[in-house]
């Protein structure tokens, strides 16, 4: 694998996720045959924790990998999960049907649109590096939305350990992408800033933020708990350095402005 400083830092537009498969279709069978990969076993064992489990949704699952797992540890629960790719969906169905599992069901969806699902209608709501590609203009509301339908969120997503290795990289992503304005043209609807608030976003290659402050817009801190991944889960460098899970437990919204919800 490469280093951080080797990867070239590029923003994933969601258009670019949806339209993937036109392009190459063999990573999505590629993520259906990571399913023994070792950072989803310890996904797996963070959502047993939050037992007895009835219904899980998962967002930006690609085809399943993770659901795969959870349905397996828990057979009778509702397993659901949504991404933006309609090919990955499509393919994620008919291989968990081939597998005999009936108790998991994929459908096109994204973070940044939840209004189908009511108000705590899952045990639990997973993100596995999703977050890492919502900017910082959509992150609040998304983490609203996920907070409303979910009563514990399980994030596997990349976090701000350290503030100034943060800065560091996202001035080194910034210069390394040419401009600042370059990096609004690539993705013109991100408020793209070289020092952003950490809560939102600083981009050090993906998209790290501070997830307890973030999430104390919303919740009391101690329904916040940041668990900094072991470096023996991936072999990424990123990874190793800003790699979390992060666990929310649900409550009424705090935050003094309201959203209307259908």
Known sequence: MQSQSEHAPIIVTDEEWSNRHLQDESWIEGYWKSRNHPHRSFITETIQKFSPIHSVLEIGCASGPNLYRIARKFPYAD??????NPMAVQLGNEWFRQEGLSNVELEVG???????????????VLTDAVLIYVPPDEIR?????????????????WHIFNKRLALF????????????????????NTNF???????????????ARDYKTLFQKFVQKEKVHITKLPKK???DKGWQTWGAI???KGQNITDSRTVAHP
């Open 233 to 235: 889960l991936y072999d």
């Open 193 to 207: 800033s070289l020092i952003p608030q950490s809560s939102l976003g600083f981009f050090v290659g993906h998209w």
């Open 169 to 188: 990289w996202n001035t080194y992503c910034c210069l390394k992408m040419k401009t600042e304005i370059q990096a609004k043209q690539r993705f013109t």
């Open 110 to 124: 994204k973070a940044q649109n939840l209004k189908r699902f009511r108000d705590k209608s899952f045990d639990v």
């Open 246 to 248: 992060i666990e929310v």
């Open 141 to 157: 509301q998304v983490a609203r939305e996920m907070l409303r339908i979910g009563r514990v969120l399980v994030l596997n997503e």
């Open 79 to 84: 397993v659901r999960g949504i991404d933006i």
